[in-house]
């Protein structure tokens, strides 16, 4: 588990400046490829516990943009200029992410999880809006949540095929 007095994960300064510029980040930057509305979501950010010591932030936006931050300063951007399964999947997961509007409140703090808890952050034109995924089985009733959930393991799944690509052309050219 993340610190045992307070269930919460040790974070660098990096990463709580580039979580809360992804959090802020303006719709205004979208207006050229979508008419926005007051409550359309235009990014997600999901903080994501990995294991007792790191902590992800999946970051990712309607124009196809995906990145992932990691607590200890680490990062992963840019492949969504690279390949385009990413850029599928990551417009795909902001695209149906409105669903969950009807279970996100509107905030603006934007603390990270305790324990084993996905916070779930919708940007819209009209603020920031909050849900969690808890740990454990998503109950079959919550069916808005199952779908998100299934789509943004897609694109962390596309980050890791992204990863797994750079690192291969990494070897080749090494190796010549």
Do not use: W
């Not at 850029?87 to 996100?104: E, F, I, S, T």
């Amino acid at each position: 588990m993340p610190n045992r007095m307070t269930d919460r994960y040790n974070v660098t300064q990096k990463y709580l400046m580039t979580r809360g510029q992804a959090i802020n980040f303006p719709a205004e930057y979208f207006n050229s490829i979508v008419k926005l509305k007051k409550d359309d979501v235009f990014g997600v950010v999901i903080d994501i516990p990995m294991s007792a010591e790191v902590l992800t932030t999946m970051v990712c936006f309607i124009n196809g943009a995906a990145n992932i931050y990691f607590n200890n300063g680490g990062e992963y951007t840019g492949a969504s200029q690279r390949y385009r399964n990413l850029v599928q999947a990551a417009h795909a997961l902001v695209a149906n992410a409105g669903q969950l509007m009807p279970k996100a409140e509107k905030t603006k703090a934007y603390d990270l999880p305790k324990g084993k808890t996905n916070n779930i952050f919708l940007l819209t034109k009209g603020g920031v809006y909050k849900t969690q995924i808890a740990e454990g089985l998503i109950p079959e009733e919550e069916k808005e949540l199952r779908t998100f959930y299934v789509l943004y393991q897609r694109v962390l799944n596309e980050i890791r095929n992204c990863q797994l690509k750079d690192d291969a052309i990494r070897r080749k050219e090494a190796n010549q």
